[in-house]
């Protein structure tokens, strides 16, 4: 077979990986990783001769392959290269590749999200692709709600439906609750074309708006949310019911929380902390080993239960993998939230600590690890601002309580 033949054969099957990926089948990864070489020829090639649905479909094998992987610096590079051939210089659609367009300008909402922590240049690129996916939606929307849709405005009210999602994740992110209507309207569109795989992510994005964002605030609602996900997601993804049991054990983690502060029983704070631990240890056995970007969150998830609760060294153990694993997938920013956990964790134990040379060793491990998260923020040039304050403070504490005098017995 032509070389040039076997480029199609090879995107169409990686497509198809995708694919089996998308719908909970996450033993399509290892195809996937067994082809890469071939894939990225094949992309390399389909460029050069101008084969754009190939170089898409090989695109979106690619992407499943370094998401599940954590290699986002090396999908930054590959999206980078490929963004004057889908989309103009005002970000408009290149004519004749609409279709490859809508899933590069994907590509760019998530990194700027995930890997640059740029919010506003991820909202900015996803309200112009939401205007544009609802004018090419427009028909098939104006349907009667119970009238069937062909391939092409099915696929349509499916694109919608996701830049919704998307875009109600960039204002999740940023503290809006004005995601929440962008999340409802991207529901009702999955019910509409019956995709409950689509509509049990945007669940599980709904409930963590309900649990992180404090003007509407609704842990019921949120709990709610994560086992519709639950219910909806495919008995065979593994991944997707690791991510629900994990949401539902933080918000028993944030109900122990309240109920420390309310100062109830003994009984109902251990029953809380139990509940959060049972789910959080089901979705860190049940996750893939190889979902690194997802297994790091579980971790430090795990780190801030035992913190919480007392155990210390469980706490640190976690915190520490939840490290390595950031670093692993190039996430400063988590590995930076990570790192001051563990200031925070070292400053505790030396604030409880009486024998003096362990209280400041304690207190220079602290020290370094809020210097390192603080490096860490400052890698984003001034988009985490916030947090680069908040490592600031830490340490000029922690400075403070190493220039303290000894205290005499």
């Known amino acids: 077979m032509p070389r040039s033949a076997n480029c199609c054969t090879t995107a169409a099957s990686r497509s198809w990986c995708y694919g089996q990926v998308i719908a909970g089948h996450q033993?399509?990864?290892?195809?996937?990783?067994?082809?890469?070489?071939?894939?990225?020829?094949?992309r390399r090639l389909a460029r050069r001769?101008?084969?754009?649905?190939?170089?898409?479909?090989?695109?979106?094998?690619?992407?499943?392959?370094?998401?599940?992987?954590?290699?986002?610096?090396e999908w930054s590079r590959l999206v980078a290269e490929c963004v004057s051939d889908y989309c103009k210089a005002e970000d408009g659609p290149v004519s004749g590749r609409e279709d490859g367009y809508t899933l590069v300008m994907g590509?760019?909402?998530?990194?700027?999200?995930?890997?640059d922590h740029d919010l506003a240049r991820a909202a900015d690129l996803q309200a112009k692709q939401v205007d544009w996916v609802r004018q090419q939606a427009a028909e098939a929307l104006g349907l009667p709600g119970d009238a069937p849709l062909d391939a092409e405005r099915r696929n349509r009210v499916r694109s919608l439906g996701a830049w919704l999602a998307a875009l109600g994740d960039c204002l999740r992110e940023q503290g809006s609750?004005?995601?929440?209507?962008?999340?409802?309207?991207a529901i009702g569109h999955c019910r509409r074309?019956?995709?409950?795989?689509?509509e049990a992510i945007t669940q599980l994005n709904l409930g963590l708006a309900y649990k992180d964002i404090p003007a509407i605030r609704d842990l019921?609602?949120?709990?709610?949310?994560?086992?519709?996900?639950?219910?909806?997601?495919?008995?065979?993804?593994?991944?997707?019911?690791?991510?629900?049991?994990?949401?539902?054990?933080m918000v028993y983690h944030q109900r122990f929380d309240a109920a420390l502060a309310r100062g109830e029983p003994e009984t109902v704070l251990l029953d809380q902390a139990q509940s959060a631990e049972t789910h959080l240890l089901r979705a860190l056995a049940l996750c893939p080993v190889g979902a690194i970007a997802d297994l790091g969150p579980m971790h430090n998830e795990l780190g801030n239960l035992y913190h919480a609760v007392g155990q210390t060294e469980r706490a640190r153990e976690h915190y520490e993998q939840a490290v390595q694993l950031a670093e692993r997938v190039g996430d400063r920013y988590s590995a930076g939230k990570i790192r001051f956990n563990l200031a925070v964790l070292y400053l505790d134990s030396a604030e409880r600590e009486a024998a003096?040379?362990?209280?400041?060793?304690?207190?220079?491990?602290?020290?370094?690890?809020?210097?390192?998260?603080?490096?860490?923020?400052?890698?984003?040039?001034?988009?985490?601002?916030?947090?680069?304050?908040?490592?600031?403070?830490?340490?000029?504490?922690?400075?403070?309580?190493?220039?303290?005098?000894?205290?005499?017995p």
């Open 356 to 408: 003096l040379p362990r209280r400041r060793d304690l207190l220079h491990r602290a020290q370094a690890y809020a210097q390192s998260a603080l490096r860490d923020f400052g890698h984003y040039q001034g988009r985490a601002a916030d947090l680069e304050a908040q490592a600031q403070q830490l340490i000029d504490s922690i400075a403070r309580s190493l220039a303290e005098p000894p205290q005499r």
């Open 193 to 198: 074309i019956g995709d409950t795989t689509a």
């Open 27 to 42: 033993e399509a990864i290892q195809p996937l990783a067994l082809e890469e070489s071939n894939l990225l020829h094949a």
């Open 177 to 185: 609750g004005d995601c929440i209507a962008r999340y409802l309207e």
């Open 107 to 115: 590509y760019r909402v998530d990194l700027a999200r995930q890997l």
């Open 220 to 249: 019921d609602s949120a709990e709610s949310a994560y086992r519709r996900s639950l219910d909806l997601s495919d008995p065979n993804d593994a991944l997707q019911h690791s991510k629900c049991l994990q949401a539902i054990g």
């Open 49 to 73: 001769l101008g084969w754009w649905s190939p170089v898409i479909a090989a695109m979106q094998g690619l992407k499943m392959l370094y998401q599940y992987q954590g290699r986002q610096t």
